[in-house]
């Protein structure tokens, strides 16, 4: 069983930047950061595979970074020139499946979620 640990969510001003963290127990084939803001669906922020290779939504590329330590077991997303529009709870959601996507019908293991607040 994969279990997912988010943490370094926060509120910063536009502009700002934040780098989450997710750590987990077991290391899947391609892992992912998603987020959901209130009154919205869940969306695939980046994605990344063991092959280093990654993929971003428009909304965030330029901008954020995923990058995977398997020697400390964690998943990090770079967030920077933050903007109102990217706050939400952000996910960090495995898959063991083979593939690099961010389709969230995929991923078979979520974590709790981080709050990331984005003032103007």
């Known amino acids: 069983q994969v279990h997912l640990v988010e943490s370094g969510g926060g509120s910063v001003q536009s502009g700002g930047s934040l780098t989450l963290s997710c750590l987990y127990n077991?290391?899947?084939?391609?892992m992912g950061w998603f987020r959901q803001a209130p009154g919205k669906e869940r969306e695939g922020v980046a994605a990344?595979?063991?092959?280093?290779?990654?993929k971003y939504a428009e909304s965030v590329e330029g901008r954020f970074t995923i990058s995977k330590d398997n020697t400390r077991n964690t998943l990090y997303l770079q967030m920077n020139s933050l903007k109102p529009e990217d706050t939400a709870m952000y996910y960090c959601?495995?898959?063991?499946?083979?593939?690099?996507?961010?389709?969230?019908?995929?991923?078979?293991?979520w974590g709790q979620g981080t709050q990331v607040t984005v003032s103007s």
């Open positions: 077991i290391s899947t084939h391609c």
């Open positions: 990344i595979d063991d092959f280093g290779s990654a």
């Open positions: 959601g495995a898959k063991s499946s083979f593939g690099l996507t961010t389709w969230i019908q995929l991923y078979n293991y």
